[in-house]
Nanobody, 122 residues
Framework: HVQLVESGGGSVQAERSLRLSCIASGDIESSDCMGWFRQAPGKEREWVAS???????GYADSVKGRFTIAKDSAKNTLYLQMDSLKPEDSAMYYC?????????????????WGQGTQVTVS
């Protein structure tokens, strides 16, 4: 069983940067993929980025070129570097870990979720 705890959110001005961290209590290499989702008030949960166990990454079009996902297996930590932030990036950001069935963008692929960290961009 993997427990995930996010940190690093906050309130920043547009064009600034934030780095989110997600520390896993278990071995993140036991998960076939890990990812970040976000949810703004009144909107559905939206996929942001994912990284597969063997390395390939994927990004939503809305964040491509601005956000970078990375994992440090030695630290059991997943990161999301967010640059050139925009007000529309404001949301609760969730870390997730999942298996091999399904696409990166499908929340049902992920069976472990963190509690979220709030990002507000003004």
């Amino acid at each position: 069983h993997v427990q995930l705890v996010e940190s690093g959110g906050g309130s920043v001005q547009a064009e600034r940067s934030l780095r989110l961290s997600c520390i896993a209590s278990g071995d993140i290499e036991s998960s076939d993929c890990m990812g970040w989702f976000r949810q703004a008030p009144g909107k559905e949960r939206e996929w942001v980025a994912s990284v597969d166990k063997i390395g390939p990454t994927g990004y939503a079009d809305s964040v491509k070129g601005r956000f970078t996902i990375a994992k440090d297996s030695a630290k059991n930590t997943l990161y999301l570097q967010m640059d050139s932030l925009k007000p529309e990036d404001s949301a609760m950001y969730y870390c997730a870990a999942g298996g091999s069935d399904g696409t990166w963008t499908d929340p049902s692929r992920y069976n472990h979720w963190g509690q979220g960290t709030q990002v507000t961009v003004s």
